[in-house]
């Protein structure tokens, strides 16, 4: 059996940074900055999504260039061209499988994008 390790819980919620199973890194993050606010700009929050994503992978090990699977939630799918700049300058080629989703609504109001990474360690 493999096990599951749960790392910190995120200060944002009811989810941990990471979980690892087995050589798989699971990870959602948001775009909250080291004191908990949310940028008001699409390009401010994808920085800040993405670069806390790879906060979030180093520390267990791996990291950006290990992503296989990214899915992006935006809240309107016109924003993708502005996570698409941001992606450009935090994901390394080659790039991994991913997906953007339109949805209603985030977890708070003013949140534009969210994403869920699947990494190897």
């Given at each position: 059996m493999t096990d599951v390790i749960h790392h910190p819980v995120h200060s944002a919620g009811l989810s941990a940074e990471c979980t690892v199973v087995g050589t798989l890194v699971f990870t959602?993050?948001?775009?909250?900055?080291?004191?908990?606010?949310?940028?008001?700009?699409?390009e401010?929050?994808?920085?800040?999504?993405?670069r806390n994503t790879a906060v979030a992978?180093?520390?267990?090990?791996?990291?950006?260039?290990?992503?296989?699977?990214?899915?992006?939630?935006?809240?309107?799918?016109?924003?993708?061209?502005?996570?698409?700049?941001?992606?450009?300058?935090?994901?390394?080629?080659?790039?991994p499988v991913r997906a953007a989703v339109a949805v209603a609504a985030l977890a708070r109001p003013a949140m534009k994008v969210e994403i869920t990474a699947i990494a190897a360690l």
């Open positions: 959602t993050q948001i775009p909250l900055d080291d004191d908990g606010e949310l940028p008001a700009d699409i401010a929050q994808c920085d800040l999504v993405l992978l180093e520390a267990v090990g791996s990291s950006m260039a290990k992503i296989a699977h990214l899915t992006i939630y935006l809240t309107d799918i016109e924003d993708r061209a502005a996570f698409n700049a941001a992606y450009e300058r935090h994901v390394p080629q080659p790039y």
